[in-house]
């Protein structure tokens, strides 16, 4: 128990180095969350910065994944490796170093799946970047993507913890984009390619 509890702290930490904000506020002297959706993720980074600064910020968020993942397995086994996806995650969503206002995880889960399960990670990808290149909206195609993680591992059923895990990772991703849903329901939701400048 100590080391789960160790592995959830340290993941926590992990996703609390907000790639958004530090890259944002390297380049711009400025904080993401002031711009476009507010949201400190790689999407509002796009809308901002455009999409080389965006990928940097996706790639670095997905490594915090993929880092955590691996020190949970080194610390504590399998358990710890889901353990640690689900606090970095979290530690990307509410990071103790901003005010617990962060991005809302696809990047840093996409990360941290790939490390646990890389053929479904994969498949929840690829389905989930078809559906913004038809649909244009990033949010939809991240909520479905999520989704279909989870519909996966209930498919191709593994064990009481991974589906616990999907259960729990795909829940944040769902809850996180809540406003997105809305947005998404209203029809005033943004799609892919608008932009907001950093004045």
């Given at each position: ?35 476009g959706s507010g949201n400190a993720g790689a999407t509002n980074v796009m809308r901002v910065l ?30 710890g490796g889901l353990v640690a996806g689900v606090a970095v995650v979290c530690g990307h969503n ?94 005033t939701e943004s799609k892919l390619g608008q932009k907001t400048n950093i004045k």
């Amino acid at each position: 128990m100590i080391k789960i509890i160790i592995v959830a702290i340290l993941s926590y930490l992990i996703g609390s180095f907000n790639s958004a904000y530090f890259f944002t506020n390297y380049i711009k002297k400025t904080d993401i969350r002031k711009y476009g959706s507010g949201n400190a993720g790689a999407t509002n980074v796009m809308r901002v910065l455009g999409f080389k600064v965006a990928f940097l910020v996706f790639l670095s968020d997905a490594l915090k994944g993929v880092l955590a993942v691996l020190i949970g397995r080194l610390i504590a086994g399998d358990l710890g490796g889901l353990v640690a996806g689900v606090a970095v995650v979290c530690g990307h969503n509410w990071p103790v170093f901003l005010g617990f206002k962060g991005g809302k995880g696809i990047a840093t889960s996409f990360g941290a799946i790939i490390s646990i399960s890389p053929i479904v990670a994969i498949l929840s990808f690829v389905i989930g970047i078809a559906i913004i290149s038809i649909s244009k909206y990033v949010s939809l195609g991240s909520i479905l993507g999520a989704i279909s993680f989870l519909l996966l591992n209930i498919i191709y059923y593994r064990s009481p913890n991974m589906l616990v895990f999907a259960i729990i990772i795909t829940s944040l991703a769902v809850f996180q984009h809540r406003a997105n849903i809305k947005r998404l329901l209203n029809g005033t939701e943004s799609k892919l390619g608008q932009k907001t400048n950093i004045k």
